[in-house]
C-alpha cells in the first residue's frame, strides 16, 4: 500500500507543480491557493509512505517521477522544446527510479 501512497503523492505533487505555472507568479489566487493545498497533501501522503519506504527511496522516487512528469507535461501541453540530451537525461531519472523500485524489498 505504501507504493499506492507514493504514486498518490507524486501525482498531487505535479498537479502542484502545474499549477503553480497557472498561478502567474502567485498573482492569480485560485491557482495560488490550489498549488499551495496540493504540496500540503502530497506532503502529507508522502510521510504516509515513509512509514514503509526508507525515506531514501521514497523521496528519490517521489522527485524523480514528479521531475520526469512534469517534464513531460511541459512538452505536450506547454510546447516546450525536447533535445535529444532532455530525452536521454529524462529516460536516465526513469531508469533510477525503476531501478530503485526493483531493488526494495518493500511490496
Not at 38 to 51: A, D, E, I, Q
Not at 59 to 86: C, D, H, N, Q, S
Amino acid at each position: 500500500m505504501a507504493w499506492v501512497y507514493l504514486i498518490a503523492a507524486i501525482g498531487l505533487e505535479v498537479i502542484g507543480t502545474v499549477s503553480l505555472k497557472f498561478s502567474n507568479g502567485f498573482t492569480d489566487w485560485r491557482f495560488s491557493a490550489l498549488s499551495l493545498a496540493v504540496y500540503g497533501l502530497s506532503f502529507w501522503v508522502l510521510s504516509l509512505t515513509l512509514r514503509v519506504i526508507p525515506v531514501s527511496t521514497a523521496y528519490a522516487v517521489w522527485a524523480g517521477l514528479g521531475t520526469a512528469a512534469v517534464a513531460i507535461i511541459g512538452l505536450v501541453f506547454f510546447k516546450e522544446p525536447m533535445t535529444a540530451l532532455k530525452g536521454i537525461f529524462l529516460l536516465m531519472i526513469i531508469g533510477g527510479v525503476v531501478g530503485l523500485k526493483a531493488i526494495s524489498n518493500e511490496s
